[in-house]
C-alpha cells in the first residue's frame, strides 16, 4: 500500500476536513480527494462519509487510522532525526503564552534537557490561543500550552492547571481602597482608578470584574503593555489596579510591592490546557514532555 496515500489518509482523519488537510498538507483539496478516492478503491471499502461540513470516518476508516497513524508518525520521526540521534539532542518545540511558558513551563521542562548530553534540545514559540495552536495543527509544533480547549480531532488537550486571578494595586492606590471582601458598591469605588492591561478590551479585568461583580468595568485602559510581568511591574509603581495570576505576583505580594485588593469567597479562575496533535503522544519525546508537564502541574495548584 503507498505510503503517501496512508498519510493523506491520516491527516484527512485527524482534520476532518479534505480542506483542512490539503493545506496541511501543501496539496490541493481535489488531489487530497483524489488519493482517498484510489485508497477506498484498493481496499473496497469506504473510508468517509462526505457531510455538509467536512468527513466523518466509518468504522473501517477508524480502525485504519488507529492502526496506521502511531506507525505512518514513527517513519516521520526517523525522517526529521535520521537514525542516529547520539550526536545531538532530540528537538522539541513548545508554544504558549509568554508568562506561563516562561514562568512554569520551561523551568519544568528544563530538565529534560540534561541528561548527560543526550537530553532535549527545546525551541519555544510564544503566541495567542489562536496562534499556537494553529501552529501545532500545521506541524511547527509538538506540545502547546493554552487557555482555549481546541475543538475537531485533529488536536486533543488534557487540562494542565488553574490558576486564580488576583486584583492588586500599588500600595498608594491600595490605601485608598481599603482591601477586603467584596462589597456593595465597590464595583463602582473602583470605576475611577486607573487601570494597567494587556489589551484595549481588557481580557483580564473584564473576565474577574464579571466572576465577581456580575458586571463589566467602567473604566479604560490607562497603561496597556502585552506582557503580564510589565503588567504586574506597572502596577507595582503605583499606575493603577490590574488582574495577575496568582503564581505571578505571588512574590510581589509577599513583599508588599502589590496588595491584593480583594479576597472574594470563590476567586475567578482559568485553565491551562496542554495539546498536541491526535496520534503523535506514540513519539517517545514528546510523551514524556507531555507526562513531566502534567506532573509538575500537580505542585502548581
Not at 522539541?92 to 521542562?109: C, S
Not at 486607573?194 to 464579571?210: D, G, K, M, Q, T
Not at 467602567?218 to 499606575?239: E, I, N
Request: proline share 7%.
Amino acid at each position: 500500500m503507498d505510503l503517501a496515500l496512508l498519510r493523506t489518509f491520516v491527516t484527512v482523519h485527524r482534520a476532518g476536513s479534505f480542506t483542512r488537510a490539503a493545506a496541511l498538507l501543501g496539496l490541493s483539496q481535489p488531489a487530497v480527494t483524489s488519493q482517498i478516492r484510489t485508497l477506498e478503491r484498493q481496499l473496497g471499502r469506504p473510508l468517509f462519509l462526505r457531510q455538509a461540513r467536512g468527513v466523518t470516518p466509518t468504522t473501517i476508516g477508524d480502525e485504519l487510522a488507529h492502526k496506521a497513524a502511531p506507525h505512518l508518525d514513527a517513519l516521520v520521526e526517523i525522517a526529521g532525526t535520521g537514525a542516529d540521534e547520539s550526536s545531538s539532542a532530540r528537538a522539541l518545540h513548545l508554544a504558549g503564552p509568554p508568562e506561563f511558558t516562561a514562568e512554569r513551563a520551561l523551568p519544568a521542562l528544563s530538565a529534560l534537557t540534561r541528561e548527560n548530553g543526550h537530553g532535549y534540545a527545546l525551541r519555544t514559540t510564544f503566541g495567542s490561543a489562536e496562534e499556537v495552536l494553529d501552529g501545532l495543527s500545521a506541524g511547527h509544533h509538538d506540545l502547546v500550552v493554552t487557555t482555549a480547549r481546541p475543538r475537531g480531532t485533529l488536536l486533543s488537550a488534557a487540562p494542565l492547571c488553574d490558576e486564580e486571578h488576583v486584583l492588586v494595586a500599588g500600595e498608594r492606590w491600595a490605601a485608598q481602597l481599603s482591601p477586603g471582601t467584596p462589597r456593595p458598591g465597590m464595583a463602582q469605588s473602583l470605576a475611577g482608578v486607573p487601570v494597567v492591561e494587556v489589551h484595549e478590551s481588557l481580557p483580564f479585568v473584564s473576565r474577574y470584574w464579571a466572576a465577581v461583580f456580575d458586571a463589566r468595568p467602567a473604566a479604560s485602559g490607562t497603561v496597556v503593555v502585552p506582557d503580564l510581568r510589565a503588567v504586574l511591574a506597572c502596577a507595582a509603581s503605583g499606575a493603577g489596579l490590574a488582574v495577575l495570576p496568582r503564581y505571578l505576583c505571588a512574590d510581589a505580594l509577599e513583599r508588599g510591592d502589590v496588595v491584593a485588593l480583594l479576597d472574594p469567597a470563590v476567586p475567578p479562575l482559568r485553565t491551562y490546557f496542554l495539546a498536541v496533535r491526535t496520534g503523535t503522544l506514540a513519539l517517545p519525546h514528546i510523551a514524556r514532555a507531555h507526562e513531566w508537564l502534567l506532573r509538575a502541574a500537580v505542585d502548581w495548584a
